[in-house]
């Protein structure tokens, strides 16, 4: 619990300039302790009672053993799955948290479009997750958060402070164990049982190929997995998928404590729901499992119906349904959802509000000709993957000129910037743009050697405001040995609320631009991040277009902002250099608020497995010993 440590410490920190009364100072310490124990304990409680619920609704789970602590139920499911329990009202601030009659959860009073309950013989497939943190938004004061998709991304709740007094009832008003029964009692009165069968089991053993909840298996072959059960006379052992998907049991007798599942599913692109049951008696348990063909192609997998996740992004033929297939010659003129067919190459000539361009082939980028500068009108959100970006010679990329741009996302594309031009240009005007969030991640970025200082990203200081910055494992390097780039990932006088710079490889590119130098060559704030980069270059570059004797990851930090070790760890720096007049290299060039040790210390032994890059295009391989840092991209 990172963030209730930390709060302990700013507290006792602050307390310890406004007490001079060492009785006092105790009892504001204990009263601060049995606040953060507090919330600790709703986050806990809330958290189990969301479980639990989710068992009562998905209507298919028996408990096949339980024990009792005091008022804490601890109770084992034929699926294997243990989950506590302990009734009864903590004191604080909760959410409202409901089930519509559409079956969705309703919390805040707001339905969230996430199913509650099962449907078609199918588990609900969201559980919200709750905890809380501080809310920038309203002075740091302590919200309520949600997660639907497993801790993964949080939102906070409108009107969901956790600060004072319990304003909404529990979801879960009691529980006992009556009988052959686990009963519960919602808050509105309502009474559900869970069945107590000992013995009885249906437990599904995660077969290899299975990421984030997702079985993928090969379409038209034959795959299988294992599910625990334990059988007694007269059990039946049951599976139920789409008839496409042939899924059949194996034979078993009594006794068995595991038997096989073998199915068949077709060869085109396509997504389903195995169920296993076993029933016992009048009783029934089940476990399942989401399965998935491969496929190589997201066309055919758009077409299909299926989910393409992009980062966070979800693309379907539901939400997005006029998709189109690009050949080669074909032109990007207005917003939509795109896919450019496998070398296939596609112009981009014009600035567009909304915008997914995505190659139909994985494992094979198609190429987007950007013939101009595209400037962004600002409306909506640009997404792009799996490309081959090249832009016209002596050309930005991007220019956003006006507007609130939500959201720019480069995903594993392969990225040719231009001499002396930097990547994505925003506007120093009065109508200046807003930005929601640049993502750049597994991304290759190739920076030709230039005759001026150059960047990724120019954001300027004016009236724009610009909320977060993510890049994440991608690779920047220029393609001439034995030179070096002067250059920086963000650049200008602009303040981001969130700079998030993780796992990137950076091969002869040496951030220096003037006394501000710096690869983030902004003045940082709270909320910025930048580790487990890995930079290697193969000439010093000791005095050359006006090179310092100084390299840094960060020009500066804002005024009163402060940074720990932990904001810039394990950041690695490589050279094939050993000299006398070796650079120097600083976390932060002007290092006010920042604790710990400033400096890192190059190695000249070569992280890379051949000594150096395996190719013109960024593709190496690391040492063993070096995993974990720099990018990894597939």
């Keep these: 619990m990172k963030f209730y440590q930390s709060f302990i410490l700013f507290s006792l920190f602050t307390l310890a300039f406004v007490s001079c009364n060492t009785d006092d100072l105790e009892r504001d310490i204990d009263a601060l302790k049995d ?26 789970k028996t408990i096949t053993d339980y024990s009792i602590d005091g008022d804490t139920y601890t109770l084992t499911l034929s699926n294997g799955e243990t989950l506590t329990l302990t009734p009864g009202v903590v004191g604080g601030n909760y959410p409202s948290i409901e089930i519509g009659e559409n079956g969705n959860w309703f919390i805040g009073d707001e339905d969230t479009g996430k199913r509650a309950k099962a449907e078609n013989g199918n588990d609900a497939e969201i559980t919200p997750q709750f905890k809380i943190e501080a809310n920038p938004a309203d002075g740091d004061k302590k919200y309520w958060y949600v997660s639907y998709d497993e801790g993964k991304n949080w939102s906070v709740l409108e009107n969901g402070c956790a600060e004072g007094t319990n304003t909404s009832e529990n ?30 089991e249906c437990a599904i053993n995660i077969p290899e190929g299975v990421t984030d909840g997702l079985w993928s298996v090969a379409g038209g072959g034959q795959s299988s997995f294992k599910v625990k059960v334990k059988l007694a006379e007269g ?32 060869s085109t692109p396509s997504e389903c729901i195995i169920v296993v049951e076993v029933t016992h008696g009048v009783n029934t348990a089940t476990d399942q499992i989401k399965a998935r063909t491969t496929s190589d192609s997201y066309w055919a997998e758009y077409q299909a119906g299926l989910d393409i996740k992009i980062g966070d992004v979800v693309i379907n033929k539901y939400n997005n349904p006029e998709g189109k297939l690009l050949q080669d010659g074909s032109a990007i003129l207005i917003s939509g959802v795109y896919f450019i067919a496998q070398e296939a190459t596609v112009e981009w000539t014009s600035g567009a509000g909304d915008l ?19 400037q962004l009108d600002g409306s909506g959100s ?73 960047s990724v990203i120019n954001l300027f200081s004016c009236k724009g405001k610009y909320d977060k910055v993510l890049i994440h494992n991608n690779i920047f390097y220029c393609r001439e040995e034995n030179s070096s780039v002067l250059y920086c990932f963000l650049n200008n006088t602009a303040s981001i609320n969130n700079i998030d710079i993780e796992n990137n490889t950076i091969i002869n590119l040496l951030s220096n631009h003037g006394s501000n130098s710096g690869y983030v060559r902004l ?74 040790t400033n400096s890192i210390t190059p190695s000249t032994e070569s992280p890379f497995v051949d000594g150096t890059l395996v190719d013109t295009e960024g593709k190496y391989t690391l040492k063993p010993e070096y995993q974990g840092i720099g990018a990894i991209i597939e």
Excluded at 235 to 262: C, F, H, I, M
Excluded at 358 to 372: A, D, F, G, P, Q
Excluded at 394 to 401: R, Y
Excluded at 574 to 591: C, H, M, N, S, Y
């Design 35 to 60: 606040r953060v124990a507090s919330f600790e304990t709703q986050v806990q409680q809330l958290n189990d009672e969301m479980n639990i619920i989710r068992v009562l609704l998905d209507g298919n």
């Design 523 to 596: 003045p940082i704030n709270q909320a910025t991040v930048m580790k487990n980069n890995l930079i290697w270059y193969d000439t010093n570059c000791y005095g050359e277009k006006g090179q310092t004797t100084t390299v840094t990851l960060v020009s500066s930090i804002s005024e009163g902002a402060a940074f720990g070790p932990a904001d810039f760890e394990s950041n690695k720096v490589f050279t094939a250099v050993d000299g006398k007049e070796q650079l120097t290299w600083k976390i932060i060039r002007t290092p006010k608020g920042f604790t710990g």
């Design 235 to 266: 059990d039946l052992v049951r599976v139920n998928a789409p008839a496409d998907w042939n899924a059949k049991v194996s034979k078993y007798q009594v006794g068995d404590t595991e038997v096989s599942v073998t199915v068949t599913p077709p």
């Design 356 to 374: 997914i361009i995505i190659s139909e082939n994985k494992n094979n980028y198609s190429s987007l000709n950007m013939n101009s500068t595209v």
């Design 382 to 454: 640009i997404l792009l993957s799996g490309l081959k970006l090249r832009c016209a010679v002596g050309a930005t990329s991007f220019k956003v000129v006006s507007g609130s741009t939500k959201r720019l996302t480069l995903n594993h594309c392969d990225i040719e910037m231009q001499k002396d031009k930097v990547f994505a240009e925003f506007d120093n005007t009065e109508n200046a743009a807003n930005l929601d969030e640049i993502v750049m991640e597994s991304c290759r970025v190739s920076v030709p050697v230039p005759t001026v200082s150059t």
């Design 171 to 200: 979801p879960i008003e009691s529980a006992v164990v009556e009988g052959d029964n686990f009963k519960v009692v919602l808050s509105d009165g309502s009474e559900h049982f869970i069945p107590i069968v000992q013995g009885l």
